[in-house]
């Protein structure tokens, strides 16, 4: 415990809302404000569209195959089947656009670590992996989901 000044009873209380003062415009400075780097957004925008190829089931197509850029992993049929029978498999793929406002980055980060849903819900059905991502990963592709439609 900081000793009272003896010149001025009240400095040990000014130091520490000093102190408090300094912490808070750290907290609010534009660094910190800024959100996450330009380097872990692109490395989630790699992990998306090289590594996880989310695009293929997670965009819909025209009526000759592209993929309609607009609406660029905003969900929609698949487009396949699974070759043997397969319980629970999604006919549609996630809006991942919406998905990343509506959920929390925690929780998007601990669902790709995990497969678990923040509402306790079934993880994703097939033929979406359970992915276990490390935690740089999990956030990069995060930060990327939630960097779109902004």
């Known amino acids: 415990m900081a000793r009272p000044c ?34 872990l957004v692109e490395h989630g925008r790699y992990i998306v569209h090289d590594v ?9 197509r025209d009526e000759h195959g592209n993929f309609i850029q607009a609406r660029w992993l905003r969900g929609g049929p698949i487009g396949f089947e699974a070759t043997h029978l397969m319980p629970a ?11 990343a406002k509506e959920w929390s980055e925690a929780d998007l980060v601990a669902f790709l670590r995990t497969g678990a849903t923040p509402r306790g819900t079934p993880p994703a059905r097939p033929p979406m992996p359970r992915y276990r991502m490390s935690a740089r990963d999990a956030r ?11």
């Open 6 to 39: 003896p010149l001025h009873p009240a400095a040990g209380r000014i130091r520490s809302l000093m102190a408090l003062g300094a912490l808070l415009a750290a907290a609010s400075s534009p660094a910190h404000a800024a959100g996450p780097s330009a380097a």
């Open 52 to 60: 996880g190829m989310c695009g293929d089931c997670h965009s819909p």
């Open 89 to 99: 498999w999604a006919g549609d793929a996630v809006d991942l656009v919406t998905l």
């Open 140 to 150: 990069a592709v995060a930060a990327y989901l939630r960097s779109l439609g902004k």
